[in-house]
RNA sequence: GCUGGAUUCGUCUAGUUGGCCCAGGACGUCAGGUUUUCAUCCUGAAAAUCGGGGGUUCGAAUCCCCCAUCCAGUACCA
């Protein structure tokens, strides 16, 4: 059996969109599972729509997931350029071998006359298709004589390679998750395969490439199955074997239909893109993954579940897992709408399942962006006591920081239902009680300051609360004894001190 | 418009050869519990007449036909 070689093929035209990196992952987990091989190719065949930086992009995203490539952009490998800008030279040769043999023609028709035709065939409700019943009336070399075609090219005009289609050929394509697939050629139009810039086209490019780099699987978006029978042909008219193919379902907008786009992401709040993005021309900011606290086996989880299962009810899935597990059979057919909250509770359980390492340094790492330290071991003994409650990683920050800095502000909503006359005197003799547990000891000093609060028949939501509001600014948190002992009580009593200054000037 | 694809709880989905499905799980929602608060956590509940309509069958989400809706493609873009 042939070795499954399958690639991952984006256009450096702009940040890898979610649903692109969803692609590549099934690509990669069908590699992995059946021992092949997972390359990079970039198609950057139109010059017009490059983007600097997209390239680097890209890497930098799968380096990020943990997604590894075995050969291509970036990499190399034996069957290299993996860049199609790179690889220029060597399509002509497959265009000429087209024509030469009937499959391909010479098409001299400017973009102006193929407008006006459109727009023609438009104001009849009709669509104008070059094919079989059009092609001998427009510019071409089937319409034209031999001598007014080597002419042309012998004048330098410009021209393009279109693709001729046999008329009424039904065309199968065999996809691994649709089954088969059937249309018939007078339906399609005679696509361009070589442009004028002397640069092939997608579909050119992409067959030539994957026959040459030897791809075994073609696992790409719904998005190209109505191409799927020009490729087919393609492969046909070259004779060689094609690759099966398998086209993937969309991702949705979680909000209406259609597919997930750039904006729904600004627009619903959450990041479209693994990292974030700016633009080089505008300057407009994309959020990502990665910046927006996400961890990347999180993400792959999540992506891996939108359009496929295991067809167990297993959905905690690190990448290995996902190799073993994976299978094109169990991906579905109908599109699957992007849902955050998922994501958010993927990401809160990838939280949890962090070494304590891991948690450390990411906690340091938030901690650096506000300008604070703390030993190791103290960010140990916070993270163990919060890490429960922090579902992205900037709330190591967010749910923490009165464990580093004393509250700037207090919560007005908490202390107009928490904060009442008297207030200020029962703390100060609380604080008194804490501050006399010597040495201190949190359950000592939980135990005395409740034998306080029920001696003297206070409401202990109102008076711990209030506490509370005077150590973190809000009600909200841990344990407040948990909180005293992290913080130290001479902290304690300068919050306090603080909390009724401020509250009660 | 044309062509192709898709259609099970709000969302992701299980359901592959018709009976074990008056449809299961997860997220979310709601209720209760835990807690000094918030969050977490635990327990429970509601939630899909399987897009609609016809068949076939003792029996259909699963097979057949028709219809509807949604999506994609329809560029010298990928």
Not at 20 to 31: D, E, I, P
Not at 290 to 296: A, D, H, T, V
Not at 366 to 394: G, N, S, T
């Amino acid at each position: 059996m042939k070795k499954v070689r399958v690639r991952f093929a984006p256009s450096p035209t702009g940040p890898l969109h979610i649903g692109g990196v969803r692609t590549a992952l099934y690509n990669y987990l069908f590699a992995k599972q059946n021992g092949g091989d997972f390359i990079l190719r970039i198609e950057d065949t139109d010059q017009t729509r490059f983007v600097p930086g997209a390239e680097e992009y890209i890497i930098e995203a799968f380096q990020w997931l943990g997604i590894k490539f075995d050969e291509g952009v970036g990499i190399g490998g034996p069957f290299g350029p993996y860049k199609q800008s790179e690889r220029k030279p060597m399509y002509k040769q497959y265009a000429d071998f087209l024509i030469e043999n009937g499959w391909a023609y010479y098409a001299f028709d400017t973009p102006e006359a193929l407008d006006a035709k459109r727009k023609e065939a438009e104001a009849q409700k009709k669509t104008f298709q070059y094919d079989a019943t059009t092609r001998g009336g427009l510019c071409n070399s089937i319409a034209l004589s031999k001598e007014e075609v080597e002419a042309k090219l012998a004048a330098g005009d410009p021209f393009v390679v279109r693709f001729k289609y046999p008329a009424d050929l039904d065309i199968t394509v065999h996809d691994l998750i649709r089954g088969d697939v059937t249309i018939n050629s007078n339906l399609l139009d005679d696509k361009v395969l070589y442009k004028s810039d002397g640069m092939p086209t997608y579909h050119l490019a992409n067959i030539v490439d994957d026959h040459t780099m030897e791809i075994s699987h073609v696992i790409r978006g719904e998005e190209w199955l109505p191409s799927a029978p020009l490729h087919v042909m393609l492969y046909k008219a070259f004779g060689w074997e094609a690759p099966q193919f398998a086209h993937l379902p969309l991702l949705l907008k979680p909000d209406g239909n259609g597919k997930l786009s750039k904006r729904d992401g600004d627009r619903l709040g959450f990041p479209v893109f693994p990292l974030q993005w700016t633009d080089p021309k505008s300057g407009d900011v994309s959020s990502g993954y990665r910046e927006s606290g996400y961890l990347p086996e999180a993400v792959i989880n999540m992506l891996a579940l939108l359009g496929w299962n295991p067809g167990t009810e297993q959905e905690m899935m690190d990448l290995d897992t996902l190799v073993k597990l994976f299978s094109i059979e169990n991906i579905s057919k109908s599109g699957a709408k992007f849902n955050l909250e998922k994501a958010k509770w993927f990401n809160h359980q990838y939280i949890q399942l962090a070494s304590p390492e891991r948690l450390i340094s990411m906690f340091e790492k938030e901690l650096i962006k506000h300008d604070v330290a703390a030993e190791p071991a103290y960010l140990q003994y916070v993270a163990d006591l919060m890490k429960e409650r922090i579902h992205f990683i900037p709330e190591f920050w967010e749910q923490t920081s009165y464990f580093f800095v004393a509250p700037q502000e207090y919560d007005p909503q908490a202390v107009k239902k928490r904060w009442k006359p008297g207030t200020a005197e029962h703390l100060r003799k609380m604080m008194n009680i804490i501050e006399s547990v010597q040495p201190f000891d949190k359950e000592t000093a939980h135990n005395q300051v409740m034998e306080y609060v029920q001696g003297n028949e206070l409401n202990m939501g109102a008076i711990m609360n209030s506490f509370r509001i005077a150590l973190v600014g809000a009600a909200k948190g841990p344990d407040l004894f948990e909180i005293i002992s992290a913080i130290g009580v001479g902290e304690t009593a300068s919050r306090i001190a603080r909390a009724i200054q401020t509250i009660e000037p």
